[in-house]
């Protein structure tokens, strides 16, 4: 059948199984728009208030469903306005397909109005990115950008769309998606061999599970080895809930803000364990004196992470869900060694823990949160102490549960992402854990949630301060608070309520609970809870800049 560009656009998203696109449109758009607003019954468009809000929500609704989230904006600023978003996917191997548009062919190159080389600008924070000028390419390219997103270790792929193709016609046959590809058990047999005699011979490992363990889906494979081993596991920041955060064998977050539990069990194991996990700086700090113990098995799909960051001794590239099974197929049934009940010690001896003054505390929140949702809920968050909090005192149970930015910690994600997780799960309940710098990046979000009565929950732990930069100033640099003050007296429960939203603020420990049952009941608006706390909590146990991670500050 002969269409236009615009209409084989979105003939090739339904292809795919789109049933969402985050959007804002333009001049370079409209004829793709037009073509939407013919197809409306078929894809749901959701306007926010800002591109990057789009890009935030695609990637919130990827995360928490595990399929490809679509963005789209115009040309230019459109365009650049994405760019956080698409590098924050990037960053955390998020599937995503961003959609721009560009001049016509004919102004390329000419500085024409709103044009943009954005497939330059995106091609180092991209899996892969086309520019469309020949609208006989353009189904084949949109097969292609779907397929190279979702297949091996899913990424952004960036799609720029010139105008006049938008509105050209060509002949388009529809087909049937391909799938992405199945990853291949690369591992040799001899190295499965080697990795069980490893696990076998070992008599204090660990297992550091990181985000690759829940993308793929293999969490649990994971707790089958680590139960029939009786290994200790901890996680990284986008590895929780790939493991349950309330099992016997887990010790918590390893690194700069990790637990003295999982710290020192690194620094003293034998055999260190990481799977779908890429070393970053914030979990290893100070390489050389990282694991100093312990030989290394790195189990991951993406050959570039072996090695890249720390040496491997045991590096086993491949399908991880397979390499789990398998491995648990060979390695000898153990527990209650002398290794666990060392780490059970340490657990005991070394909880998190903070002091109860009789205050509002962060750390109460979130626990009251945990107990209140029962540990079901979907949280997202944005970056600073808000994350770290929320990381440390709600248990994950399963994967796609904890949505954060991990990677390029981006301030003014977790609207966003909330919305977006929201719509892709409308059957969970979604809360965004935010702080008030972070939420004020974004804010304007809100009236998305409010136009289309989605019933997020926003909890802001409002310190009227950039908490965490303060926090490095009071530690590091002498109490020096640079810039980090930003009590400008905004209220955010009459924000809220400008917006069509409820708004509720506490003060007080005994106010809590109330607020998030009333806020957890709401079916159609969303509530903003704004926490008022001291602008001096920290987030506590924290590893110096440089300094191995067993030497943390506790207090």
């Not at 803000?257 to 070393?279: K, M, P, Y």
Request: hydrophobic residues 40%.
């Amino acid at each position: 059948m002969r269409l236009t560009g615009a209409e084989i656009l979105i003939e090739c998203l339904k292809e795919q199984g789109v049933d969402t696109i985050f959007g804002f449109p333009g001049g370079a758009v409209l004829n793709i728009y037009d073509a939407l607003y013919k197809a409306k019954d078929e894809i749901r468009h959701i306007l926010t208030s800002h591109e990057q809000g789009a890009s935030h929500a695609a990637d919130g609704y990827a995360r928490a469903t595990g399929k490809t989230g679509v963005c789209i904006a115009t040309s230019g600023p459109g365009a650049t306005n994405l760019v956080t978003g698409i590098a924050t996917a990037y960053m955390d191997s998020v599937p995503m397909v961003a959609i721009t548009g560009q001049v016509a062919t004919s102004l390329l190159g000419k500085d024409s109005f709103q044009e943009v080389d954005i497939t330059g600008i995106t091609m180092p924070i991209t899996k892969h990115n086309y520019i469309v000028k020949d609208v006989n390419k353009l189904a084949d390219t949109v097969r292609d950008a779907f397929r190279i997103a979702s297949s091996g270790r899913p990424g952004p792929v960036l799609i720029d769309i010139c105008k006049d193709v938008t509105a050209a016609f060509a002949e388009y046959e529809p087909r049937e998606p391909v799938m992405g590809e199945a990853v291949p058990l690369s591992v040799k047999e001899s190295d499965l061999e080697e990795a069980a005699a490893a696990i076998n011979s070992a008599k204090r490992p660990v297992i550091l599970s990181g985000g690759g363990v829940s993308i793929s889906g293999a969490n649990r494979e994971l707790q089958a080895l680590a139960e029939k081993a009786g290994i200790p596991v901890s996680t990284t920041l986008m590895g929780l809930g790939s493991f349950p955060g309330d099992h016997r064998l887990f010790m918590g977050l390893v690194g700069m803000h990790g637990t003295r539990t999982s710290n020192t069990a690194v620094s003293e194991a034998d055999l260190f364990i990481a799977i779908g996990a890429r070393f970053s700086d914030r979990v290893i700090s100070n390489v050389s004196r990282f694991a100093p113990n312990a030989r290394i098995m790195h189990i991951d799909i993406d050959p570039a992470e072996i090695g890249k960051n720390i040496t491997v001794h045991y590096p086993l590239v491949g399908n991880i869900k397979e390499i789990l099974r398998l491995l648990a197929e060979k390695v000898e049934a153990r527990r209650d060694t002398d290794w666990n009940r060392k780490i059970d010690e340490w657990k005991e001896q070394y909880p998190l823990r903070y002091e109860e003054n009789g205050t509002l505390k962060p750390h109460y929140i979130v626990e009251r949160l945990y107990e209140i949702t029962k540990g079901e809920a979907i949280i997202t968050t944005e970056v600073g102490q808000n994350q770290l909090w929320a990381a440390q005192y709600y248990k994950y149970s399963k994967p796609r549960q904890f949505i954060s930015s991990g990677g390029l910690g981006t301030m003014g994600y977790g609207l966003g992402a909330c919305i977006g997780a929201q719509i892709g799960r409308p059957d969970a309940k979604v809360i965004n854990i935010a702080g008030d710098g972070s939420f004020r990046m974004n804010c304007t979000e809100i009236a998305t949630a409010v136009e289309y009565k989605l019933p997020v929950v926003i909890a802001i732990l409002n310190n009227s301060v950039l908490g965490m930069v303060r926090q490095w100033q009071q530690l590091f640099y002498g109490g020096r608070y640079s810039a980090t003050t930003i009590d400008r007296g905004t209220d955010f429960v009459a924000l809220a309520e400008a917006f069509g939203a409820v708004g509720i603020r506490v003060t007080k420990p005994e106010e809590v609970d109330a607020a998030f049952e009333r806020a957890l009941a709401s079916k159609d608006r969303p509530v903003l809870i704004d926490f008022v706390i001291d602008k001096d909590e920290k987030v506590f146990p924290i590893v110096p800049p440089g300094a191995p991670i067993d030497e943390l500050i506790e207090e």
